[in-house]
């Protein structure tokens, strides 16, 4: 999966004095509460996608957080292993499908009408999936068209910006000593 940073730039104000490892204490804890909002996007996302484990692609979509600390940058990395996952959100190329070597009867069978349950830059689903009492296809060899890929990066990024910079300002500023001069 395609790693997502925000970037944000930071002025302290005049006269603040904050030590540098309280800015990233401060940064850290911002970091962590992102990463378990997201988490929990993406999770709720995927969370009723299917999973018969038949095969690699059908495997549970299970998201890993992480944040690491170095000498004055905090990352934060919320990634998947899972293809299923990947060939949603980035889409696929027209791609050739035949049967598995395994079948028996070297034909492929799946039902005609599909709808998608999600949408490009989405995080919303809706009713969709195939439609197993319709019409079904039995055909030794399917000529794919593709995916168009979903790309829900984007709008969880779009949904945390605001939230990571008020949360992170209160943080900062619980660190930050104000001077004053005295007259």
Do not use: C
């Not at 992480?66 to 980035?90: A, F, H, M, P, Q």
């Not at 319709?134 to 030794?140: C, E, M, Q, V, Y």
Request: aromatic share 6%; glycine share 6%; no cysteine.
């Amino acid at each position: 999966m395609a790693t997502r940073m925000v970037k944000m730039k930071v002025k302290m104000p005049k006269g603040a004095v904050i030590k540098q490892k309280d800015f990233l204490d401060a940064s850290e804890k911002t970091a962590r509460d992102l990463g378990k909002r997201v988490h929990r996007a993406y999770n709720e996302l995927t969370s009723d996608w299917r999973t018969d484990g038949k095969r690699p692609i059908d495997v549970p979509v299970i998201f890993e957080e992480r944040v690491s600390r170095g000498s004055n940058r905090i990352t934060l990395t919320v990634k998947t292993d899972s293809e299923k996952y990947r060939y949603v959100d980035l889409g696929t190329e027209a791609h050739p499908i035949d049967p598995r070597p395994e079948n028996p009867t070297g034909l492929l069978k799946f039902p005609s009408e599909f709808t998608p349950r999600t949408s490009v830059r989405s995080l919303s689903k809706r009713n969709g999936g195939k439609n197993w009492s319709g019409p079904w296809t039995i055909t030794p060899h399917v000529e794919h068209p593709g995916n168009d890929a979903r790309h829900f990066e984007a709008p969880i990024i779009e949904e945390q910006i605001p939230i990571v910079k008020k949360e992170w300002v209160i943080n900062v500023k619980k660190a930050i000593k104000i001077e004053t001069e005295s007259v």
